[in-house]
């Protein structure tokens, strides 16, 4: 057999920004047939999902349509560790590196704000 190339890429870039408005006012556009679901994650909430494997939850979005949301609580076990975890769900791991990369730019005296 011989070697098998890729068929297509994504590129994929990460922006970190501060939003002078409440990431609950931002109407997002989610395409049902490519997203499960969308959650806003502050890097506060990181180290707790990530790296310490607490337990909690946090509030998401779920497509309903192309035009409808609907917001969702989501177990902190459904995003780790990277997808498939054992519920068959979990974050890719690409968008896991990224965020583990971005934090580590952060690193311990970034201040996180409300």
């Known amino acids: 057999p011989g070697i098998s190339f890729p068929k297509s890429q994504h590129l994929i870039m990460f922006f970190y920004l501060?939003?002078?408005?409440?990431?609950?006012?931002?109407?997002?556009?989610?395409?049902?047939?490519?997203?499960?679901?969308?959650?806003?994650?502050?890097?506060?909430?990181?180290?707790?999902?990530?790296?310490?494997g607490e337990k909690g939850e946090i509030e998401g979005f779920c497509p309903k349509s192309e035009t409808q949301i609907y917001r969702e609580s989501f177990d902190y076990m459904q995003l780790t560790p990277t997808y498939p975890n054992m519920m068959g769900e979990g974050l890719a791991k690409g968008h896991f590196l990224a965020l583990r990369y971005l934090v580590q730019l952060a690193g311990p005296n970034f201040v996180f704000e409300k």
Do not use: C, G, R
């Open 18 to 52: 501060k939003l002078n408005t409440s990431f609950l006012k931002i109407n997002l556009k989610i395409d049902p047939q490519e997203v499960d679901a969308a959650l806003w994650v502050p890097l506060n909430e990181y180290e707790k999902i990530f790296i310490k």
